[in-house]
């Protein structure tokens, strides 16, 4: 598409856009009257409208049947579970057998980590990429502590060539290749959390498969933003949090992918009651029989609250389509692209570094900008203007467009509000 730099064109595109109805299903922030420009969906999505619902419905059956709640509300709480994996599957690229609603994103990557990171003696090392998100690196850190190894030489960085902000695919495929017959588990985020990297999975996984390890996800970043095909990719295990661009709340309910290939192996685990086998549940009956598939894996009684929210929250992208999220997921991020060049082709010097792989299949809704100066300035101007980006130290704003609820037009309004600001400040 040959995009314009102007108010007119961004008008036609919202006008042409197929899931515009979307926004009006969110509670976007105001202030004085006015609707604010929310940027922030690579960190906190916004609240469905049908959220408080959902929430009410929960705590009404609570009121009225107690914990018989469980089998007899109009909606029994002992089945809330499966209204998720459904469409949570078509999300991640999943059967939904393979996805389990449970906990948050750390507590179930220690969990995956007890089942598929086993090292023994000449196989032992984790290999992730340099400046992961701070959860996982002590994630790694502890389990390598717990079985005896040390953490500077069991966990393998793969950093960024001098100069490059991110990582090239065939550096990452030439360090498993090179630490392979010592690498126990490869473990990338889908989306670096700093860069907006989207790193090319599906290559990862093959080449830690072809040494015999195991090939695992941070998905928290990607999850809801970018197209996924878990189970195709053969991916071994994957972790996301759903506060992001899934829109289920601050402290949502987490996610987890396990392969169906695994299923049925007798893997190490922690087991929980709710991890037994549905059927003799509430038998309460010693000896551990894990219900088949991913929900196997949990381990206590969920929050049912935490289950209503993402529920609110997966129905908009049911009834949105994930083709049609996707779809104009690109458009949106392109156009923004587009006008961000516009922006930083003022004579002169740049105002800013893009530091997001530009291409379209290296990246999802999020785009990184490095500032060299006065780039806190130029944040605190931009939520002055009512527009929600991120500040990351020591000098970039992250700022994430989400197809669900923001526009073209908003797009547009942000870059010209950002060459005014750079062009006045610099």
């Known amino acids: 598409m040959q995009f314009e730099n102007n108010l007119s064109f961004a008008r036609q595109l919202d006008a042409a856009d197929p899931i515009k109805h979307c926004r009006q299903q969110f509670l976007i922030p105001e202030s004085g009257g006015k609707q604010l420009v929310y940027f922030l969906g690579n960190s906190l999505g ?39 994996a459904q469409p949570l599957s078509k999300i991640v690229g999943a059967w939904p057998h393979e996805v389990v609603v449970m906990n948050q994103l750390t507590v179930n990557l220690h969990l995956m980590l007890v089942s598929f990171y086993r090292p023994v ?4 090392k984790i290999i992730c990429e340099a400046k992961a998100f701070p959860s996982d690196q002590y994630a790694f850190e502890t389990h390598v502590r717990h079985y005896g190894f040390d953490p500077a ?24 290749e090179q630490h392979g017959q010592q690498t126990a588990l490869v473990f990338f985020g889908g989306i670096n959390y700093y860069t907006g990297q989207f790193f090319n999975m599906e290559k990862i996984t093959a080449t830690a498969h072809a040494a015999s390890a195991l090939a695992g996800f941070d998905l928290a970043h990607a999850a ?49 009651w709710w991890g037994y086998d549905k059927p003799g549940r509430f038998k309460m009956e010693k000896g551990f029989k894990a219900m088949p598939g991913a929900e196997g894996w949990q381990l206590s009684t969920p929050s049912l609250f935490l289950y209503a929210a993402h529920r609110a929250a997966l129905e908009i992208f049911e009834q949105a389509g994930w083709e049609k999220i996707l779809a104009k997921q690109k458009l949106l991020t392109g156009y923004l692209w587009f006008l961000l060049d516009e922006v ?23 785009v990184s900008l490095l500032l060299p100066q006065k780039g806190k300035e130029i944040y605190n101007e931009l939520m002055r203007e009512g527009i929600f980006t991120d500040w990351r130290e020591p000098d970039v704003i992250r700022l994430a467009p989400v197809p669900l609820y923001n526009t073209f037009e908003e797009v547009w309004l942000f870059a010209g509000k950002l060459k005014k600001i750079t062009d006045s400040i610099s």
């Open 46 to 84: 916004l609240q469905p409208k049908t959220t408080k619902q959902y929430l009410q419905q929960i705590l009404d059956d609570w009121a009225a049947l107690g914990v018989e709640s469980f089998f007899h509300a109009q909606e029994p709480w002992m089945d809330y579970h499966d209204k998720l």
């Open 121 to 124: 003696a000449n196989r032992f």
């Open 153 to 176: 030489t069991a966990i393998v960085e793969v950093a960024s060539r001098q100069g490059e902000k991110f990582l090239r695919t065939e550096d990452i495929l030439s360090v498993i």
């Open 224 to 272: 809801g933003n970018v197209e996924l095909h878990l189970h195709d990719w053969d991916i071994d295990f994957a972790c996301w949090c759903t506060y992001k661009y899934l829109n289920s709340g601050p402290g949502a309910v987490g996610g987890a992918f396990i392969h169906e290939k695994h299923h049925d192996k007798n893997l190490p685990r922690f087991a929980g």
């Open 344 to 366: 930083n082709s003022s004579p002169g010097k740049k105002h800013f570094e893009i530091i997001t792989p530009r291409n379209e299949t290296e990246r999802g809704c999020q």
